[in-house]
């Protein structure tokens, strides 16, 4: 069995150098659930078949030094010199590829429990959520809020919370589901949206806004316009560049349910369908989201975001967020 882990930890580690080398892309809840299932094998043979022959063959060499000195004393040799105390824990000890195997088997399954059905870690890799979401804030999503969905295929078997206006929401990109992206819901199944003159309508209705204060971007050292937004019960910011085009990026482009959009000069309207919502980053003008690309499906719901637990260049950034 050496040899066999030996092999399989050698593919590990090519299929992780591959991923991280971007020779191929990687899916984690995949290759979690296949470490689970393969340390739980290595935990189980440990359990019913190798632990068993060690602490048989450690009973036998027992049994056999007795014996031995049971011999010797009928022959009125007390005194015997033995070492049978230290081969016997070698011949208990655990090898080394056990220990790597059903030794790691209840930490990943933890890890594997925690991520699939309550909490996943998640770093935001760029600009499009600023100001509720900067680079580099490390952020933790519920992934039981929408309901329990079942891990690598994200069947979801039991309902809970509605998704809501104004959710931030972790969800698998439609055009390439291995890829997670993170955007506000600005639009529930049955809602017509329209982004006209870079403001946002819903049902026919404008959204309320209200300017605030200029947001300065540290990083890139620039002011934005900066607004609050009323989308569903709670309010957030968001930024926009007056100096560029309404329709800045957006095109009609063939994508599910793309009947449903209407682009012009000012902007685009859709109407969502049944089982998809209308995504939008809150930096307006830095954000590809449903206006480019279309609808999210429910099934590529990943979690809602709710928390930053750590950001290393701004520790005061840790909190909750809407």
């Not at 050698?10 to 470490?35: D, H, I, P, R």
């Amino acid at each position: 069995m050496g040899p066999l882990t030996g092999i399989l930890y050698g593919l590990l580690a090519l299929y992780g150098a591959g991923w991280y080398l971007g020779k191929w892309s990687g899916n984690f809840s995949l290759l979690l659930f296949t470490l689970t299932v393969v340390t739980m094998a290595y935990w189980l043979a440990e359990r019913f078949v190798f632990l068993p022959r060690r602490l048989a063959a450690a009973a036998a060499l027992t049994r056999e030094d007795g014996e031995r000195r049971a011999q010797l004393a009928r022959q009125g040799i007390e005194q015997v010199d033995s070492q049978v105390e230290g081969a016997r824990q070698k011949i208990l000890a655990q090898p080394w590829w056990l220990d790597w195997t059903a030794g790691l088997f209840p930490v990943i399954l933890m890890v594997f429990v925690l991520r699939s059905f309550l909490f996943e870690p998640f770093k935001i890799p760029s600009g499009s959520m600023i100001p509720t979401l900067e680079i580099g804030d490390l952020i933790l999503v519920n992934k039981f809020h929408y309901g329990v969905r079942l891990p690598v295929i994200n069947k979801k078997i039991i309902d809970n919370e509605p998704v809501r206006r104004g959710d931030v929401m972790v969800f698998r990109y439609p055009v390439d589901p291995a890829i997670d992206f993170i955007k506000r819901v600005v639009a529930i199944p049955g809602d017509e949206v329209a982004y006209i003159n870079q403001k946002l309508y819903l049902n026919g209705k404008p959204v309320p806004l209200e300017q605030l204060e200029d947001y300065y971007d540290e990083d890139r050292r620039t002011y934005s316009r900066q607004f609050r937004e009323q989308v569903g019960e709670d309010s957030h910011r968001i930024l926009v560049d007056p100096s560029l085009p309404s329709s800045y990026g957006m095109r009609a482009r063939q994508f599910p349910g793309s009947e449903n959009c209407t682009y012009t000069a000012e902007g685009v309207t859709c109407k969502v369908p049944a089982g998809h919502y209308f995504m939008m980053g809150d930096n307006r003008d830095n954000s590809e989201d449903s206006r480019f690309w279309g609808f999210v499906p429910d099934e590529n719901i990943v979690g809602r975001a709710f928390f930053v637990w750590m950001n290393f260049g701004n520790v005061k950034r840790i909190g909750p967020f809407h």
